[in-house]
Every structure is written in C-alpha cells, then in structure tokens.
C-alpha cells in the first residue's frame, strides 16, 4: 500500500513539474536576455552583495534593489552572456521604496518591454531573477489590490511572497510586459513597486536631505540631471567639492550628453587648464565661440578665462596665449556692445595685468570723461597710478574722486575705499590722516575688524605720536588674540617708550605665562627690571636672555655694567 502511495505521490510531483514547466511564459527566455547580476563592492574591492538587475532602456539604464549598492564603492553587472561590464553612474537612489537607477558602461544591451498601462486587479502577474540555470522558476502570483504612490504610480499587493533573492527582480504581466519591481514581502503577501517609480528617480541639483543621504550612502559616481539646465546648475554647485578629475568626467558627460550646449565646453576648459592640459582646453574654447548665439558675452568669457591663467597659473606656460590675445577677444566685444561697464572693467584689469599702466590709465580715464564713471574706476585708476610709479598725491586723488560720489553720511560700500586712501596716507607719512581713515574704515564697517587691523592702527597711531590710542589698540588686539606674542613685545616696547614701567612689566610676564621661552619677553622684562629698581633681577633676566642668544641683551648688560 505504502509502495503504491509514493509511486501515485511521484506522479502527482512530475505531472505538476510537467505542468508548471509548460505553463511558463513564452517570453521568458527573451525577458532573461535584459536581467543581469549585479555584484557590488567594497572600498577594497570586497564583494558586499550580489542580487538581481535589469535593464530598462538599451542606452546601459538598470535598476536594482538599493541595499546592494548601499555602501559600495564600485559594481559590476553579469549578462545573460556571463560577460562583465561596470556601473559607471548612479542616476538615481530611494531608500524608502528601495530601487536604485543606474548606468552601465556598455556599448550595447538588451531591455525589458514596459507595459503601456498598469495591471489591473486580478491579473496574473509574473517574476524573474538572474540566474544562470537555463530551467529558470518563475513565481506567478495575481494582483490582490492596488494602491496608488506619488505620480499615479501602483503600488500592487499580490498573493505570492517571494523570497530575499527576487528583491528587485523585474514584474511581468501575461504579455511579458515590465509593469515593475519586487518589494520586500509580509507575510503571505508580496508587493510590487509600479514601473513608472523609476521616472521619479533622478540626480537633482537641489535635494531633500532625504534623498541626498540616500546618494550620499552609494560611493559611486553619480551622473547628471535630467535636463542641461538643471545639470548646469548641479556642475556649478559640485565644481568646488570635486577633484578636478572626477569633475571632469561629469563634464564629458554633459558635453556628450547635450553636444550642442555652448556652455558645457566652456565649463570643461578650466579643469583642463588646471591639469595643463591646454591644447585641449583651447579647442573647448574655440568650440564655445562656435556654439554661443551671444557673441560678446562669449568673447569675453574667454579673455576672462586667458587672462586669469596668466596671472594665477603662469607655469607651466602656454605660448597660444597671450594678454594680447586676451586683449583681441575683449576687443572683439566691445566692437559689438561697447556699452557694457562689465566689458570696459574687463580690458582695463587685462591691461593691468600684461603691466601697461599707461595704457590701463587712459583707458580708465576715458571712463571717468564719460556717463559711466564710477568710485570703481576711480579706484581701478589708482592701481594704475601705483603701477606707473606716479606720486602718492596722484593716487590719494583718485580715492578723493571716488569718495567724492557718494552720498553724505558715507555708506558702508566706501569703507574699502577709504581704507585704501589710509594706506596711501601712510605710505606718503601723513600718519594722521591715515589714522583719520582708518578710524572711519572701522565706522563704516560697524567695526567688525579683526587683530591685524588693530595692531597696524596702533603703529600708525605711534607714528603720529598718539599713544595713549596706540595702547588701546593693542590691547585690543591682545583680547582677540592672546597667544600673538608680537602684540604683546609691540605693548611692552610702546610702554617703555612712555615711561609705563610697571605695566611694562605685567605684560611682558602675562606673555611668558604663555611662551616661558620667549627671549624677546625675558629680555624686555629685565630691562624693565633695571629700570624699576630691581637690578639684579632685571641683570639675570638679561643674563638669561643672552645666554638664549640674544644680541640685544648683551649689549643691554654692558650699558648697564
């Protein structure tokens, strides 16, 4: 009985084997040709995860279940072939409904047919994973109910719970059709992302902290935006963050993606030029005149560009160009838009930098003769002044001019204006009017000034014999930077100068609190000693300094021997 039971049990086993084997789709082995592996990996190259991928276009576009790229450094995907490729960009992440939208570098690849319409209740729907057995099971299942996402996306529950392994394997409806991703399952049910979540998925260039984490957290370069505008601005906005390497590739790939966008090969030149890479950079360059419809702006952006790698990155040189050639293309856009001041203030810096002063002051001048006069020019023209060598009165003139048109009460835009006449003012020895300004720089500035613009009011306020400002201001600095030793040694000289022997002596020992090694302290401090009556400390103190090597203190012990 027991023989005949198993012999009708094995039957029954074969026949539904038989069954299933028959009632699996046609399309299957066509559908198999677009499901890849997809390996993952490590910052040392360690296998992390492996799991299921397919591909959703046949420009290398993939999606996968996100936690197999969670935390990787690199990935690779296996075709049907059992042929390698890698993932070269993300394109997109979701942690919350797990898919990850990715780029596989691959000259040529087979793609899963989407459905033109979402499955209905009742349907059968149909799951595939990448495996290498030819015999390949395939869960079948019927939509319990649908559910609709951001988007009018389905969110479909279905009667069959798949194991771990099918996490973002492809769905099929009956015609083979992509109608979208396996989710994890919950108990006897399993669920199903719709395909047109995919859609959603993209490279932004400006993200929800959400999403930016769920980038953040995949090691993999990430591609660009959907459109060349937002990519332009999300290359903006990466450039500073970037090794200028991999800032590159993300500009071949705007260039290859959008061929004919000017501003893509203008943006490629300045990476190229940073890894002297110029003939190169040129042709970019050439490229981005061709392409641009705003010829003068066009112009200009590459003597800006000509003229900036002169004077920033002189070495090594490139003998293409020039500040003449950078002059030529200024020139050129001037001829079209003369009007434009951005233009004019242009040449006139090109001009400063291939040093023909000369020339940069007769340019600046015809500015200052017509409508277009401005405190900037007048400033610009002080700076040619100073670079033809013409007296401080000329140059202090120009900032006179300047100053002269704006309104009364001066707004803070002229504070810089007038900081610069002070340092004219000190350089020509008028240490009172230079402390004059100085004094309405840190007005004007609601005197958010920092140490080094105390410390050198307070030697202009030596110079012109204001001491008692001078000590203020060391002060001062001193509180906003306690461990510079120098304002401390510049206080204690300034107090020895006005007879101040005690405080003299404090500072000077508040600085070795700090730095008990200092000899220019120790020896200020002994002479200070000598001259408050403590001789023999103050000869010690002296002794100590000389003995550090300290020329100074040698000679102090003679005098005072």
């Known amino acids: 009985m027991k023989r005949i039971f198993l012999i009708i049990l094995s039957?029954?086993?074969?026949?539904?084997?038989?069954?299933?084997?028959?009632?699996?789709?046609?399309?299957?082995?066509?559908?198999?040709?677009?499901?890849?592996?997809?390996?993952?990996?490590?910052?040392?190259?360690?296998l992390m995860n492996s799991g299921t991928g397919f591909y959703i276009n046949t420009e290398g576009v993939a999606l996968a279940d996100y936690n197999?790229?969670?935390?990787?450094?690199?990935?690779?995907?296996?075709?049907?072939k059992g042929e390698k490729s890698p993932v070269k960009w993300i394109l997109g992440a979701d942690d919350t409904y797990s898919l990850v939208k990715f780029k596989v570098d691959t000259k040529k690849n087979v793609a899963l047919t989407q459905a033109e319409a979402p499955s209905s209740e009742g349907a059968m729907v149909?799951?595939?994973?990448?495996?290498?057995?030819?015999?390949?099971?395939?869960?079948?299942?019927?939509?319990?109910?649908?559910?609709?996402?951001?988007?009018?996306?389905?969110?479909?529950?279905?009667?069959y719970a798949t194991d771990e392994?099918?996490?973002?394997?492809?769905?099929?409806?009956?015609?083979?059709?992509?109608?979208?991703?396996?989710?994890?399952?919950?108990?006897?049910?399993?669920?199903?992302?719709?395909?047109?979540?995919?859609?959603?998925?993209?490279?932004?260039?400006?993200?929800?902290?959400?999403?930016?984490m769920a980038l953040e957290n995949i090691h993999i370069a990430k591609g660009l935006p959907n459109s060349a505008s937002e990519s332009l601005v999300y290359l903006y906005m990466r450039s500073s963050s970037m090794a200028n390497e991999e800032y590159l590739d993300l500009l071949n790939l705007f260039v290859e993606t959008y061929p004919d966008n000017a501003e893509g090969y203008f943006r490629r030149a300045t990476p190229l030029i940073d890894l002297h890479r110029f003939d190169e950079a040129d042709s970019d360059l050439q490229t981005y005149l061709k392409l641009s419809t705003e010829k003068a702006l066009a112009n200009t952006k590459v003597a800006d560009i000509i003229n900036t790698k002169l004077v920033y990155q002189p070495e090594p040189p490139y003998e293409k160009w020039t500040f003449d050639l950078a002059l030529d293309y200024i020139n050129k856009a001037l001829a079209e838009q003369p009007d434009i001041m951005e233009y004019k203030m242009l040449k006139g810096q090109i001009l400063m930098s291939k040093k023909d002063f000369k020339a940069a002051i007769d340019h600046y001048d015809a500015i200052n003769r017509s409508k277009d006069r401005s405190p900037e020019v007048y400033y610009a023209a002080s700076l040619a002044h100073e670079g033809a060598g013409d007296s401080l009165g000329v140059q202090i003139a120009m900032i006179d001019s300047a100053l002269a048109m704006f309104s009364t009460p001066m707004p803070a835009e002229a504070a810089n204006y007038v900081l610069r006449r002070g340092q004219l003012h000190a350089s020509a020895e008028h240490y009172r009017d230079a402390v004059n300004d100085y004094n309405q720089y840190c007005f004007l500035s609601n005197n958010k000034v920092n140490t080094s613009f105390y410390y050198d009011r307070a030697k202009l306020e030596q110079k012109a014999k204001m001491y008692q400002q001078a000590l203020d201001d060391l002060t001062t600095a001193i509180g906003m930077s306690p461990q510079a030793a120098v304002l401390y040694i510049e206080k204690c000289a300034l107090l020895l100068k006005v007879n101040e022997i005690d405080e003299c002596i404090n500072t000077a020992n508040k600085l070795l609190s700090i730095d008990p090694q200092n000899v220019n302290a120790i020896r200020i401090l002994g002479y200070a000693q000598t001259q408050n009556g403590e001789v023999e400390k103050g000869k010690a103190n002296l002794q100590k300094a000389a003995d550090m090597g300290d020329a100074s203190a040698k000679e102090l012990l003679k005098t005072i021997e």
């Open 11 to 46: 039957v029954v086993v074969l026949t539904t084997m038989q069954a299933q084997e028959a009632a699996a789709p046609k399309w299957r082995s066509k559908a198999m040709k677009a499901i890849v592996s997809v390996l993952t990996y490590d910052k040392e190259g360690n």
């Open 68 to 80: 197999l790229f969670k935390g990787a450094y690199s990935a690779v995907v296996v075709d049907a």
């Open 126 to 159: 149909f799951t595939l994973k990448y495996t290498k057995e030819k015999l390949t099971s395939c869960p079948s299942a019927q939509v319990s109910s649908i559910n609709t996402l951001a988007d009018n996306c389905p969110y479909y529950t279905v009667s």
């Open 165 to 212: 392994s099918y996490l973002g394997a492809p769905v099929f409806n009956a015609k083979g059709e992509l109608i979208g991703t396996t989710q994890a399952s919950m108990g006897n049910n399993g669920y199903v992302l719709g395909i047109g979540f995919a859609d959603t998925l993209s490279i932004k260039a400006i993200t929800t902290k959400v999403n930016s």
